[in-house]
């Protein structure tokens, strides 16, 4: 039985096909698990967080800039907010229901920048050298600062008449072909 072979058997075909980026990934995911645990520990491991919080915040900038939310303000600079540290953030002017969501979730865009470096890496098989390892230190803080914080979240539901919209074009999208609901054949 060939790897692939026992790889489709428990996975999808398009993570078997991609499984050379995930295991590229796997050591950054571990050392941001690791940065994770002792960042808590002391703010002194807020060292560590830097280039996620970076990447964190001029995604929030960059999509501010893109969608009309006029950013005026961006700090990388740690503050304590009563028990919790604030490590980053963007201050916008013109934060409006169209471009509330797009400025606030930004930041799972961040994503892309491990996936495009995996992708890049393993172009021509799997390898993993001094630069990777390097390349390891970089892309760990980036799987901590993909996720939108709960400011974040608050700050998207501004655009809650893109639910409407959503809403409404399913159900257009339904009337006009409803086979594309069908989850399971008769």
């Not at 900038?61 to 939310?69: D, E, M």
Request: aromatic share 16%; net charge positive.
């Amino acid at each position: 039985m060939s790897l692939l072979h026992g790889c489709s058997s428990v996975a999808p075909a398009w993570l078997c096909a991609h499984a050379d980026i995930l295991l590229y990934l796997a050591p950054s995911a571990a050392l941001a698990f690791l940065i994770w645990m002792v960042s808590n520990a002391h703010p002194f491991f807020f060292v560590f967080t830097v280039a996620g919080t970076l990447c964190h915040e001029l995604a929030h900038f960059s999509v501010g800039l893109l969608t009309n939310a006029e950013p005026t303000g961006l700090t990388i600079i740690p503050r304590r907010r009563g028990k919790l540290w604030e490590l980053g953030s963007v201050t916008f002017a013109n934060l409006r229901w169209y471009n509330a969501a797009p400025a606030a979730l930004a930041p799972v865009l961040v994503l892309l920048v491990p996936l495009a470096f995996a992708w890049w890496r393993t172009r021509g098989g799997l390898q993993f050298g001094p630069v990777d390892l390097a390349l390891t230190f970089v892309l760990a803080p980036q799987f901590l600062s993909f996720w939108p914080s709960p400011v974040d979240w608050r700050l998207a539901l501004r655009s809650w008449p893109y639910l409407i919209v959503i809403i409404i074009a399913l159900g257009i999208l339904f009337w006009l072909q409803p086979s594309l609901f069908r989850f399971v054949k008769t």
